[in-house]
Nanobody, 116 residues
Framework: QVQLVESGGGLVQPGGSLRLSCEFS????????MSWYRQGPGKEREFVAF????????NYADSVKGRFTISRDDAKNTMYLQMNSLNPDDTAVYYC?????????WGQGTQVTVSS
């Protein structure tokens, strides 16, 4: 059974940075493609970033490109999202997502609030 636990969220001022972590429990983390999604207040859940199971391929939503960086450490069974130059539009619950051959799992989410 796969479990995903996000951490690292919090309150940050505009222009600030945060690093989110997603800890994976289960087998074969390295074989899962991983993603971050987010859901802002009153909005639909949206894609943020993707990293392939090998880690060589990444993809980002246009709204975060150049500001956010997704990475993974297979030795630690953990995925990260480094978020820089945060603005109020980045306020959302951020979710970790794992996918292997159509078997998908979601974390419970971590709140990020960008406000002065």
């Amino acid at each position: 059974q796969v479990q995903l636990v996000e951490s690292g969220g919090g309150l940050v001022q505009p222009g600030g940075s945060l690093r989110l972590s997603c800890e994976f429990s289960g087998f074969s983390f390295s074989s899962y493609a991983m993603s971050w999604y987010r859901q802002g207040p009153g909005k639909e859940r949206e894609f943020v970033a993707f990293i392939s199971y090998v880690g060589g391929l990444t993809n980002y939503a246009d709204s975060v490109k150049g500001r956010f960086t997704i990475s993974r450490d297979d030795a630690k069974n953990t995925m990260y999202l480094q978020m820089n130059s945060l603005n109020p539009d980045d306020t959302a619950v951020y979710y970790c997502y794992a996918d292997r051959h159509g078997n998908i799992y979601w974390g419970q989410g971590t709140q990020v609030t960008v406000s002065s």
